[in-house]
């Protein structure tokens, strides 16, 4: 069973900077690509950036320069270095992954950015 825990949400003032973490359960880490997605009040849930198994990576045009998505398959675990933060960038952010042909999400975090 693949499961995806999030962590590293929460409350910061525009051009702050938050780190998300993602931790994947299961052997499958190294070999799958990873992505953060997030989804603000009555908006549709979008791609921010994705993550591939040999280290290759694409972003949402609305964060490129601003945000980082790493891996570190020793700990099974993805994050989003999310740097000058706008107001625009609230959200509750999800890990994904597929793995067998299905997605798995995580259970998603908040980010609340406001002065």
Do not use: H
Not at 32 to 55: D, H
Not at 96 to 115: A, F, I, L, M, P
């Amino acid at each position: 069973q693949v499961q995806l825990v999030e962590s590293g949400g929460g409350l910061v003032q525009p051009g702050g900077s938050l780190r998300l973490s993602c931790v994947a359960s299961g052997s499958f880490f190294s070999i799958t690509a990873m992505g953060w997605y997030r989804q603000a009040p009555g908006k549709q849930r979008e791609l921010v950036a994705r993550i591939f198994s040999g280290g290759d990576t694409n972003y949402a045009d609305s964060v490129k320069g601003r945000f980082t998505i790493s891996r570190d398959n020793a700990k099974n675990t993805v994050y989003l270095q999310m740097n000058s933060l706008k107001l625009e960038d609230t959200a509750v952010y999800y890990c994904k992954t597929n793995w067998g042909g299905r997605n798995y999400w995580g259970q998603g975090t908040q980010v609340t950015v406001s002065s």
